[in-house]
């Protein structure tokens, strides 16, 4: 099928390097007539023969790197510029492979596909069109999918490809190199096929076309079709070439002569042909070339003299592009290389934090920073110290790893002899950090992590390479402190081996230490030490002006001059006009002073009281002066005055739904992984409680992993007294349309970003792992909690609190007292709605004014729910290859929804029956919703009842309905679904089996 394409083209910023007779070549074209030089749809395999496959891989269902028919099992795009019924896609590539690679340069996750010898010759304005769609919006900056050329088998070159902005973000289009990072701004995937171009630069015979995919999870897929290079024919052409591919820089003062001789296929028009020359930052400061030249009338060539120039920096291999733009003629771009001769300083990354320890904001032995809370992308830092005799300027050097630069370092930026400079991720920093100097990351993060594999390079300024360090491939680089942590190197030798901190002979088992040795000492010897004490340890929040004395002190007399000593802290900062505004501490004046001759002066402390509920805060002040004056640091504690005036309870958590046969969230998907999952809470505060902002974070409990904010409460969260709250994974217009009915009139609402968007992985809650759901307001205090372990969390029924609210946590079905009930979002265990309706008025209500609920706030005249009721069955029947399936119905009537065990018994038979003839060995059964628009619709299916993960669920049902057990590893049938009002059919059947007798049973649950 052929569907209307809308093209997405941007200039690619990278190009090929083209050797021909020893010079570095290029051609422009204005525009000509259209050519598809190759063309691939995937419409017959073609795998060895038009295209290689590496690490191909198909389990027939959700995981594969192979060539798809669109609709089928597991994939998930489709339509829109889609060409023919076949397509290509990617898809958990390392489960499907069994977390193996048949590459050695690719990784488990990673596939590739690669087309060689696409005939180009004589094309100008060539270009790489694919139709591209993805499956869902679950994807992470590394989950990429690269696009790379390579010219009459020279070297590969990335021309741009998808890449997140972050995590469960939609991949992006870029164009440019594998580092480059994409923007919100830019063009977002999505499940329909799309065109998308990339523009190849260079002129040549033979073009190689690769495309890299790397996919780890059922979320991050990617589908392409349609892969095309186009180019044009029987333009105008401009070509370049300059006189070597490469050059060495000249010594200091000195310059290479050298020049650029450029072509035209025709002879410039009268008044000559004006070329404009432009080009990256580095031609200014490593040629002289000019911004344009003339083309005399009727010339075909012009030869452009020009000097490599020495730049007196260590700039490694730097590779020069020079773009050639003339009217009608096309621009292409022009590349060659000048290395570099001066000598790499002796800059040392020597300790890298690249897994945080600690789990929520308050673990503070995660707080490498210094700002008083735990944030993994802000605690996460690099130390650099610098190993020379005399200063070293590192301005506009950068730090960057596989995803791209990470920190540019500014204007300024000199480390001085002996000296350490560290980048935090963000924050805050407040600390001594041995006395070095201090930055944040000024792309807002460094985002070094242990989950992926990783490269953490620090370059020199224009872009010569400094030193690279693997950073935890899998686990298999260094090993990992179970509590996390930095490592550091063994000695300040570029290249030195890494260690974990924590086990380097005089870290007293510290997991790092951002500034200093891992003893705690500076990278220096300083001239004087200053030290700081506080005359008490803590202060109420509203002390007032005079809370607490703090006295510095030096170790050795100021200087007859007098010494200026600096206060920082993260307890109050500076605005642009030098003004203190205060956050939790306040003082006089940001500076003190000592008086020559003297060792200490004094400065009072003032508390401030912000008249937030955001619990005590442990503020840190440092003080310091000059560069060879070691800074101090002390603590004090500000307690929170405020009460806390809420009592919002975590009432019940579904962590898992695969094996309960439900519909939560009432969509009409059943065991919805995402959308079923649901948060219950149960104001019982004695008022309303506006939660606008406030968040739902869930962690692994005692885990290093950083927890994850999976619902913000949108603007007018208002949750009656006595009213609930239901919080599902993805709420639906049914769910809304359910409230009253089904959910005891809850505030619904669905997990969403702080931005309003909903999240693609909804609630994130884990039926395999430990478990902490925390409830936080506004200002980040922990209102409620609720921690389950994975025996609670894998039963496939709900977790409550037995009695309702203050109980402790137990299974849902055991909180019944004997009523077969896995579940109640929005009502009680036993099903009935709480006091009130859950979402209050919208008028503006305080803790000191609001009404007591009193009552249920529903319509006086509102009839209560009618109770489902169904039609049982009990029958037998041949089934069998030479019989007719077994079919029949049943009604469940009503408003509400009824829970319901369906069996198909053959073996079981002999257990009450043993006389029984012919009973049928291998029973199949499906449950269908009754015929609509498009038919029948199969709910749910079953073949051996005791294989799925509701075996034990089905047990307990069997007994609760008083239906007869069946032996363990049986291979009869049984289904157990919770079904809303309407007409259902029952199928058995016996593929494959001679014909025999079966049983069908229908029961309902209470």
């Known amino acids: 099928m052929n569907h209307a394409s809308t093209r997405v083209r941007r200039l690619s910023r990278l190009v090929g390097l083209l050797l021909l007779g020893g010079t570095c ?25 038009r295209y290689l496959v590496e690490n191909g891989a198909d389990n027939g269902e959700a995981d594969f790197f192979a060539r798809r028919q669109e609709f089928s099992n597991g994939t998930v ?10 397509v290509f896609g990617a898809r958990d590539i390392d489960n499907a492979t069994n977390f193996t690679s048949s590459v050695s340069d690719l990784l488990a996750q990673e596939g590739r596909l690669t087309w060689t010898g696409i005939d180009i010759r004589d094309l100008g ?72 171009s990339w523009d190849m630069l ?14 780890n999870a059922d979320a991050e897929d990617y589908y392409i079709d349609n892969v095309r290079v186009i180019g044009e024919r029987g333009a105008n052409a401009i070509a370049a070439t300059v006189a070597q591919p490469s050059y060495v820089e000249p010594a200091v003062g000195e310059s290479i002569a050298t020049a650029i001789n450029l072509t035209l296929s025709s002879p410039a028009p009268a008044g000559g042909l004006a070329v404009g020359i432009s080009g990256s930052f580095l031609l200014g400061t490593t040629t002289d070339l000019p911004t344009s030249v003339t083309v005399p009338a009727g010339a075909t060539t012009l030869s452009i003299p020009f000097n490599i120039l020495q730049d007196e920096q260590y700039t490694g ?39 945080v320890p600690g789990v929520t904001e308050l673990d503070l032995v995660g707080d490498s920073n210094g700002d008083g809370i735990r944030n993994a992308s802000n605690e996460a830092f690099v130390e650099i110290v610098n190993f020379e005799d005399f200063p070293v300027d590192i301005s506009g050097w950068t730090i960057s790893d596989d995803l791209g630069t990470r920190h540019e370092f500014p204007e300024g930026s000199v480390i001085g002899a002996g000296r350490a400079l560290v980048v935090f991720g963000g924050g805050n920093p407040t600390g001594i950090f041995g006395g070095a100097s201090v930055q944040t990351a000024s792309s807002g993060l460094l985002a070094f992590n242990s989950n992926r594999p990783e490269v953490a390079t620090l370059v020199a300024t224009l872009g010569g390479f400094i030193e690279t360090v693997d950073l935890l491939i899998d686990g298999d680089i260094f090993p990992i402190d179970p509590r996390g942590g930095s490592i550091h190197r063994s000695t300040g030798e570029i290249g030195a081996p890494f260690a974990v901190h924590s086990t380097i002979a005089g870290s007293e088992n510290r997991p790092y230490s951002p500034g200093t040795l891992p003893n705690g000492e500076p990278y220096f010897v300083p001239e004087n030490t200053l030290s700081l004490t506080i005359d008490r340890p803590a202060i109420l929040e509203d002390a007032g002006a005079n809370a607490a004395t703090a006295t510095v002190s030096l170790a050795s007399p100021a200087p007859a001059e007098g010494l200026t000593v600096m ?66 640091l002390a603590l004090l504690e500000v307690q929170d005055i405020e009460p806390n005036p809420f009592n919002v309870i975590i009432s019940e958590v579904m962590p898992m739904v695969l094996g309960t046969g439900t519909d939560l969230n009432r969509n009409g998907v059943l065991e919805e992984v995402v959308g079923d999952k649901f948060i219950e809470l149960v104001n019982m505060s004695g008022f309303i409680v506006d939660m606008s902002g406030w968040q739902i974070r869930v962690s692994e409990t005692g885990s290093f992993t950083p927890p994850e904010i999976v619902h913000t409460f949108p603007a007018g969260s208002r949750l009656n007294d006595q009213g609930a709250a239901v919080i599902f994974g993805r709420a639906t217009e049914e769910t809304f349309a359910a409230r009253d009915t089904v959910y005891g009139g809850a505030l619904i609402q669905t997990a969403s970003n702080p931005d309003g968007s909903q999240r693609a992985n909804g609630l994130a809650l884990q ?19 609720f921690a389950y372990d994975s025996d609670l969390g894998y039963q496939a029924m709900s977790i409550t609190r037995a009695p309702d609210l203050n109980g402790p946590l137990t299974l849902h079905l055991a909180a019944t007292g004997g009523e077969f009930r896995t579940n109640s979002p929005g009502n009680r265990v036993d099903g009935s709605a709480y006091a009130v309706a859950g979402e209050a008025p919208a008028e503006e209500v305080t803790p000191e004014t609001a009404p007591i609920a009193d009552g249920p706030t529903v319509a006086a005249d509102q009839p209560d729910p009618i109770p489902g009721r169904f039609v049982n069955v009990s029958t037998r029947a041949f089934v069998g290859v030479d019989g007719e399936p077994l079919i029949t119905g049943f009604v469940i009537e009503g408003e509400q929804s009824t829970t319901v065990l369906v069996r198909a018994i053959g073996p079981g038979l002999e257990l009450v029956a043993p006389d029984f003839p012919n009973e049928i060995q291998d029973p199949q059964v499906a449950v269908y919703r009754a015929a609509g628009a498009d038919g029948p619709v199969e709910i ?43 007409a259902y059919t029952v199928v058995v059947t016996a593929p494959g089996q001679a014909h025999g007798i079966v049983l069908l049973e229908v029961y309902e649950l209470r």
């Open 567 to 632: 206060i920082e802290s993260n307890g109050f900062t500076i605005a642009d006009d030098g003004s203190i505004n205060p956050d939790e501490i306040t003082v006089a004046s940001t500076t003190v002073e000592i008086a020559g001759g003297a060792s200490s002066a004094t400065f009072t402390i003032g508390a401030f009281d912000d008249e937030l509920l955001d619990g005590d805060r442990t503020v840190r002040i440092v003080v310091r002066s000059g560069p060879d004056i070691l800074p101090a």
């Open 77 to 86: 795009a489709s339509g829109g510029t889609v060409d023919g019924d076949w």
């Open 125 to 196: 304005n060539v270009r790489v069109d694919i139709a591209v769609a993805e499956g869902g919006e679950g994807f992470e900056p590394n989950n990429t999918m690269l696009v790379a050329v390579r010219i009459d088998g020279g070297e590969w070159i990335n021309i741009g490809g998808f890449r997140s902005t972050g995590t469960n973000d939609a991949a992006r289009y870029f164009v440019g190199d594998e580092n480059t990072l994409t923007a919100s701004t830019d063009t977002r995937l999505v499940p329909e096929f799309a065109d998308f």
């Open 25 to 49: 070549a290029v051609s422009g074209f204005a525009q000509g007539t259209p050519v598809t030089a190759f063309q691939d749809s995937f419409e017959t395999d073609g795998s060895g023969s």
């Open 202 to 215: 260079y002129a040549g015979s033979t073009l190689d076309l690769r495309l890299t995919f790397n996919s």
């Open 940 to 982: 749910l299916s079953n073949d051996d009842w005791s294989d799925g993960p509701n075996a034990e669920l089905l047990r307990q049902s069997f007994s609760a309905t008083g239906a007869f057990a069946l032996a363990e590893e049986s291979r009869d049938a049984a289904l157990l679904l919770n079904l809303a009002p309407g």
């Open 767 to 785: 039926r395999n792992q430990d478990t902490t759901i925390e409830l936080l307001n506004v200002e980040g205090f922990r209102v409620a909690e």
């Open 317 to 355: 291999t730097k590779v020069i592009e020079v773009d050639f733009d003339a009217t009608g003629y096309g621009t292409r771009r022009l590349r060659f290389r000048v290395e570099n001769n001066t000598p790499q300083p002796r800059v040392v990354m020597m300790e890298i934090m690249n897994i």
